[in-house]
């Protein structure tokens, strides 16, 4: 039994791994069958694990020249109707923004996982940030949807890479995967779900006559059926504005349908794209919003603060983008205050503001290469507690 068997296998051992092996596990269980990359700290182990994984299912794992070079490969892998994953850090996650947006436009699936180092520029290649949140929606140019999913340990690494790929599949778009450089290093003892290929989601492939085949005709899921390569429907792809018919066009009235079914066929979908966690929130008087090591501090907090007197809630966003609004507005409902600890100069916080409207937000920011700490939120709460109380 090789070592994909293994993980698979039916009521899988307990398994201690790190959060980047349990990325390449999940794509491999995802039905993931191509890998192009190029090597960056923090995210290479995931491409060392697949390196090894593909090739025993029959997969195809390429080191890329570049990142660029990476992500344009993922597109055409896809685009042959192969499940593709690429994963990088920062640096790597910038250069890949114009095929990104290229592929929201042109609605191809695929998976970048981006594990979050600190920056600008080359920064700190070897400590945690958590400074791509607004990049991971707005990096690439124009408007476009996007679903970012923000795991907080291994165990959810694994789950949320496998549901990246179904989510790509299902609503045809690429899904990042954004986490933290504690959280992909990090080593914890978990049990792999147990994962077939049959039982993972597919695109919706073309079907009917091919001559009444339009690649971006919209159907009741506002999703378009692909073309299977090698079945006969004739496609044309392009990153500029397109018809229907997939050829380019800059009719006001075509691109404003064409363009307004992209930017909302996500909204149909939002039972399967949501996730998210809230801990205390009930009788919570300070509400802690947080993602990634972040998020793990603050569960922490929570059990000090609670021992002092001080009610204090979680909620955690598991999908980033498109943020799930609704829920945290239910989760503040009894909070005076919200406190966002993150690894930036102030990323989260401005969501959770517009979100939020007229309640009270502090942050607490570090971007110096160390994560915040659970005393260091417990005592901010604290102080919030006590400033708002009536």
């Known amino acids: 039994m090789n070592a994909v068997d293994k993980a698979l296998a039916p009521r899988a051992e307990v398994r201690l791994i790190s959060g980047n092996h349990a990325c390449a596990l999940g794509a491999v269980a995802a039905g993931c069958r191509f890998f192009a990359g190029y090597p960056i700290t923090p995210s290479s182990e995931i491409a060392e694990r697949l390196s090894r994984l593909l090739p025993e299912v029959d997969g195809v794992f390429v080191q890329m020249e570049d990142e660029i070079a990476s992500i344009a490969a993922v597109i055409g892998a896809s685009m042959g109707g192969v499940k593709a994953l690429t994963a990088t850090s920062g640096p790597g996650f910038s250069l890949k923004q114009e095929n990104i947006g290229y592929a929201a436009g042109a609605e191809i699936p695929c998976v ?5 180092r600190g920056g600008p520029s080359t920064g700190m290649p070897t400590r945690p940030s958590q400074s791509d949140i607004m990049q991971s929606r707005w990096g690439s140019h124009g408007d476009y949807p ?24 299902t609503c045809r778009t690429p899904v990042v995967l954004l986490y933290d450089q504690v959280i992909a290093q990090l080593t914890e003892t978990v049990e792999l779900l147990d994962v077939r290929d049959d039982a993972r989601a597919e695109r919706k492939w073309a079907s009917g006559p091919p001559e009444a085949y339009r690649p971006y005709a919209a159907n009741e899921d506002g999703i378009p059926s692909m073309s299977r390569p090698g079945a006969g429907y004739r496609v044309h792809t392009t ?6 018919n997939g050829f380019p066009t800059q009719n006001p009235e075509a691109v404003a349908r064409n363009l307004g079914r992209l930017l909302t066929k996500f909204e149909r979908h939002r039972d399967a794209i949501d996730s998210w966690q809230a801990l205390g929130c009930d009788d919570a008087e300070v509400l802690i919003v947080a993602i990634g090591i972040s998020a793990r501090a603050a569960t922490r907090a929570l059990d000090i603060a609670r021992a ?3 009610r204090l809630g979680l909620f955690r966003p598991v999908t980033l983008w498109p943020f799930p609004e609704t829920a945290l507005r239910e989760a503040a409902k009894t909070a005076r205050a919200v ?4 690894m930036n100069a102030g990323q989260l916080s401005l969501e959770v503001q517009r979100i939020l409207g007229g ?3 502090d942050a607490i920011h570090r971007y110096d290469g160390e994560a915040i700490t659970p005393t260091e939120i417990a005592a901010r709460a604290q102080v919030l507690a006590k400033e708002t109380a009536t």
């Open 146 to 169: 996007m679903i970012v999913l923000a795991p907080a340990s291994v165990r959810e690494i694994y789950t949320e890479t496998i549901r990246a790929f179904d989510l790509a599949e």
């Open 339 to 342: 406190l966002v600890p993150e």
């Open 112 to 116: 970048i996982v981006n594990v979050m």
């Open 359 to 361: 309640k009270r937000v």
């Open 308 to 310: 002092k007197g001080v």
């Open 239 to 244: 990153g500029l504005t397109h018809a229907e």
